[in-house]
């Protein structure tokens, strides 16, 4: 069974703080990552993917993934009230020839102005 | 505009009922899956279909079986075999490497 770790939550952060969630995976065949956020109520959305080594910024969003320590993480700088949401990582898998994504249990974030 | 479209948004289920779940896409994407969200917990693969008429169970199909005769549509049946289907369930779909795209989700309750 291939897993996804994320730390345990919930997390707290002051407005405009950095929020740092971490994710660990068991697959070290894992080519794709990514990063969801899921308000309470709703489906997840996407909000990054990494595929290779190293960081990826896109706006206040920075991915980063080491595949050695089969270690991903997801950092927002400037937090605001808006980004309070539950995080998933997630992390394909193949097997048999088949492709899933594999989810961790989420992170909550709790921006407080 | 193109996106996946999960009906109904809520659906209530009477003990030893059997109920489907629909979930349509205007995508073009060959692979679909359904995925269960219970409180507090990440989702869970129930089923999942990489091309027309065939799928592979996911994690947790006990109790559940779908179908896949047009690649628009992967509905799934909820049977009277699963014990505790309260759950949010989530539809989604892929054609690229850019992950997955989700439906709005349904939620079931059994009263």
């Known amino acids: 069974q291939k897993e996804v770790e994320q730390n345990s939550g919930p997390l707290s952060v002051p407005e405009g703080a950095i929020a740092s969630l971490n994710c660990t995976y068991s697959?070290?065949?894992?080519?794709?990552f990514f990063w969801y956020r899921q308000y309470s109520g709703k489906s997840p959305e996407l909000i990054m993917f990494?595929?290779?080594?190293g960081d990826k910024e896109d706006g206040r969003f920075t991915a980063q993934l080491n595949k050695a320590s089969q270690y991903v993480s997801l950092l927002i700088r400037d937090s605001q009230p808006s980004d309070s949401a539950t995080y998933l990582c997630a992390v394909n898998s193949v097997q048999g020839g088949s492709e899933k994504l594999v989810f961790g249990k989420g992170m909550k974030l709790t921006v407080n102005p | 505009d193109g996106g996946i479209t999960q009906s109904p948004k809520y659906l209530f289920r009477k003990e030893g009922q059997n109920v489907t779940l629909s979930c349509e896409q205007n995508?073009?994407?060959?692979?679909m899956y359904w995925y269960r969200q219970d409180p507090g917990q990440g989702l869970r693969l129930i089923y999942y279909?990489?091309?027309?008429?065939?799928?592979q169970k996911g994690d947790i199909a006990e109790g559940y079986s779908v179908s896949r005769e047009k690649k628009e549509s992967f509905p799934l049946t909820v049977t009277s075999a699963q014990k505790n289907p309260t759950a949010f369930y989530l539809c989604?779909?892929?054609?690229?490497?850019?992950?997955?795209?989700f439906g709005s989700g349904t939620r079931l309750t059994v009263v």
């Open positions: 989604a779909s892929t054609g690229t490497l850019y992950g997955y795209t």
């Open positions: 697959d070290r065949g894992s080519q794709s």
């Open positions: 995508l073009n994407h060959d692979a």
């Open positions: 990494i595929y290779s080594n």
């Open positions: 279909s990489q091309i027309v008429n065939d799928f």
